[in-house]
């Protein structure tokens, strides 16, 4: 996502590159560029115009330090803007009722139900919440079976009447359930429906008014672009929901509803869907968003993903282990399947300033580890622990049985200890109190 935007934005900025100064005339150049990059990406363009006289405002009031060009204040003000644009501060959900009540809206294809299981699992297993899931899509064959799949996946719960086609008596009852078996959050999933179809919007409407939630968000598939930012109009005019979800964000969609939703409806954008998994949902952050727009990463976001999965005893006891030069295939294995659980590798690299458009056009994903599992897994327990066992033999056997040729056996073993040995380099020098220049001293 994003990415042409990217690359149009960065083009504007160089249109500023060599100049010592900003002034009216080469500022006016880059922000019509800036104007141009946005509509294109499916941007309003009334929304794209203001934000570009903001810029340009603000950069002709600014005066440029000896240590800024600018183009690179540019970048700062754009950055500063898009942040605004998209709703400036992160806005969690309303989850303090008991039971706390979600209510799920949205069009027809939106990703609701998936969404609604994402929602549950995050609040499962990151806030401790005991989630029941409620089945209120009454209208769409097997919607109640594919919540009740999805809620396996996970281990939640899931409220559902068979044959009941009165969705405000099923939101109802299942609030009734939730308090009688001691479930503190609730989630309606409800069908999807259009703006224009008077008689699911007064149902909803009534699904709102009967069980009065906590929280009532509108979910939008962000690559329908402008289209859906135009009907969360309508929607938010019926039920005046609390915030907004955007879906299907790793898709190859312009951006326009993440740009621009926010101005549209004056409601926050809460949540992200990044992928298909359960655990690919993201809070939304302007800033850090803004900052993936313009190519600077988001180190931020992909520190936080690696502590979720990386525990503190676990990553000491490594530690210890490298510090012996006891490192061996079942940590480095180990490792791998944690970092395979952040995520995409693609899109875990592009969070790395400068990264992300160093490896556009390279064909990297998760599949790439799978050469290496086979390897390693094709060893015997002894292997494993011992990577100095690797003779010729072995070497043959392990080429064989993970479908490899012993050249590409070899590379990954020299790999392998080049890796042990720059680990132990490393801790001599930690050992010595002469650390990597920029690390800390203790």
């Known amino acids: ?22 002034t ?30 903001k810029v340009k405002e603000k950069a002709m009031g600014e005066k440029v330090l000896n240590a800024i060009s600018p183009g690179q204040l540019m970048v700062k003000i754009v950055a500063d803007e898009l942040t605004a644009l998209m709703g400036g501060t992160v806005t969690d959900i309303n989850i303090k009722g008991n039971p706390a009540v979600i209510l799920m809206s949205g069009l027809q294809g939106s990703g609701k139900t998936t969404f609604s299981a994402k929602l549950a699992n995050l609040l499962k297993t990151k806030r401790s919440k005991n989630v029941l899931l409620v089945a209120c899509d009454v209208y769409r064959p097997a919607a109640i079976e594919q919540l009740k799949v999805l809620a396996s996946q996970i281990e939640v719960a899931v409220y559902a009447e068979e044959g009941n086609q009165n969705a405000v008596q099923i939101a109802k009852n299942a609030i009734a359930f939730a308090k009688s078996n001691s479930y503190n959050t609730v989630i309606i999933d409800t069908a999807g429906r259009l703006a224009v179809d008077e ?42 929901f609390d915030g907004v979800i955007l879906t299907k964000l790793d898709g190859d969609t312009r951006g326009g509803a993440a740009l621009s939703i926010k101005y549209e409806v004056n409601k926050p954008i809460k949540y992200v869907g990044t992928g298909e998994k359960m655990e690919n949902i993201e809070l939304f952050y302007p800033d850090r968003m803004a900052s993936r727009i313009l190519g600077m990463g988001d180190i931020v976001s992909l520190v936080e993903k690696a502590q979720e999965q990386f525990d503190e005893k676990q990553s000491a006891a490594l530690q210890k282990k490298i510090r012996k030069n006891q490192f061996d295939f079942n940590d480095f294995l180990s490792q791998l399947e944690k970092v395979k659980k952040m995520g995409n590798i693609k899109d875990l690299m592009g969070m790395i300033p400068g990264v992300g458009k160093a490896i556009k056009d390279v064909d990297l994903n998760n599949d790439s580890f799978k050469k290496v599992e086979a390897l390693i897994r094709s060893m015997t327990p002894e292997e494993r622990t011992n990577p100095d066992l690797m003779n010729g033999t072995r070497r043959k056997r392990i080429a064989a049985g993970s479908g490899n040729s012993i050249q590409e056996v070899n590379q990954f073993l020299k790999q392998f200890d080049d890796m042990r040995k720059m680990m132990k380099s490393f801790n001599k020098m930690s050992s010595a109190g002469r650390p990597f220049r920029g690390m800390p001293t203790r």
């Open 1 to 22: 996502m994003f990415e042409n935007l990217n690359e149009r934005l960065e083009g504007a900025f160089k249109l500023l590159k060599g100049e010592s100064r900003i």
């Open 24 to 53: 009216e005339l080469n500022i006016a150049a880059s922000v019509k560029e800036i104007r141009r990059a946005l509509v294109d990406a499916d941007v309003n363009y009334k929304i794209a115009k203001e934000f570009t006289d």
């Open 199 to 240: 008689q699911m919007m007064n149902e909803i409407e009534a699904v709102k008014n009967a069980v009065q939630p906590d929280e009532t968000l509108f979910v939008v598939d962000s690559m329908t672009g402008q289209d859906a930012v135009n009907t969360s109009k309508t929607f938010n005019e019926r039920l005046n």
